[in-house]
């Protein structure tokens, strides 16, 4: 996928010779995987009509998705094909980080954030929730019930006291508070919960139940509850604005960063498994990669201006 946004970058720009067009056909004939990325660069690029602006007509704008494929029972995330709509570099266009049918619903949802945004919402009986970057929840306050539907991404949850039960629940099953503060995020095919203060009883879709303890998180789907382990600092930090790494692998920090980025960042294998200390702003995704390249032997790239890679340095 980055040879294949090199190579669209280098076609459309205008400056490619007829050597570099050789080489660009030769590297198609390589592989079917190529073929492939190429592919899905030009459908891409079909969709979208290029902005015409008075300065230069011959701009355009770039258009990138993020699409969530079926393969063998299991959903794989396609990162970051870069496809330009036509022959300028000068536009391009962000894109959300959330699954396709998530970000439908996210439209009509009671509160929903973009990619980058952290937002502290105040619900009627003085629960305090964060909603994280590129999420959606619904809220539901009845006269015997408090309830709160994730749809999609991360909140934290910091309950009021008040006689109703307190309940939030995802697609995999609904967790009841017992005066608490707690965070809720769906990640692919589980719901992750960590609670620090108080407790939580989940109960899967098929009626799995256990007691979360303060200091304590688990992640559980529609039918079981996995082993619950030491709750991660990182999963409250970030209502701060803060992406923490408590000796991580770069791989893993980049790919908690990539939610609040509107780009594409890539790793490279040799580098993939650095380990990595500290607090890193989160509203500043460039700000972190540079303070990752001034204390890593990494290097950081930008082939385009949405297309970032890690590489050894």
């Known amino acids: 996928m980055q040879h294949a946004a090199d190579w669209f970058a280098l076609l459309r720009s205008g400056d490619a010779t007829e050597q570099d067009r050789a080489d660009w056909r030769s590297w198609l004939a390589q592989s079917p995987e190529h073929r492939a990325a190429w592919a899905y660069a030009e459908s891409i690029s079909r969709r979208f009509a290029p902005v015409q602006t008075p300065e230069n007509r011959r701009a355009a704008a770039a258009a990138l998705t993020q699409v969530r ?116 995020r769906l990640d692919g095919d ?30 559980f789907d529609n039918a079981q509850i996995q082993p619950t382990v030491a709750a991660d600092p990182a999963r409250e930090a970030w209502t701060r604005g803060v992406l923490l790494a408590a000796d991580i692998p770069l791989k893993d920090l980049v790919a908690e960063l990539r939610r609040y980025h509107r780009g594409h960042i890539g790793v490279a294998p040799q580098v993939a498994e650095l380990r990595v200390l500290g607090g890193y702003p989160l509203r500043d995704p460039e700000r972190t990669l540079a303070m990752l390249e001034s204390v890593l032997p990494i290097r950081v790239q930008h082939t385009l201006p949405w297309w970032t890679t890690i590489d050894p340095k």
């Open 69 to 184: 494929q079926t393969r063998h029972g299991r959903r794989h995330l396609l990162r970051g094909i870069v496809a330009l709509a036509g022959t300028g570099l000068l536009g391009w266009a962000g894109w959300r980080h959330s699954p396709l049918p998530e970000l439908t619903l996210a439209w009509s949802a009671d509160h929903h954030t973009g990619t980058g945004e952290i937002r502290d919402i105040a619900l009627a009986d003085g629960t305090r929730i964060w909603l994280n970057t590129a999420s959606a929840l619904n809220a539901d306050y009845q006269p015997a019930l408090r309830r709160v539907d994730l749809l999609g991404g991360e909140m934290l949850i910091e309950t009021a006291h008040d006689a109703r039960p307190f309940v939030a629940t995802t697609r995999h099953g609904r967790l009841r508070a017992l005066g608490t503060r707690f965070t809720v």
């Open 190 to 219: 589980t719901t992750l919960l960590a609670v620090y203060q108080g407790a939580v009883e989940v109960r899967t879709g098929q009626g799995a139940l256990r007691i979360i303890s303060a200091g304590s998180q688990v992640r």
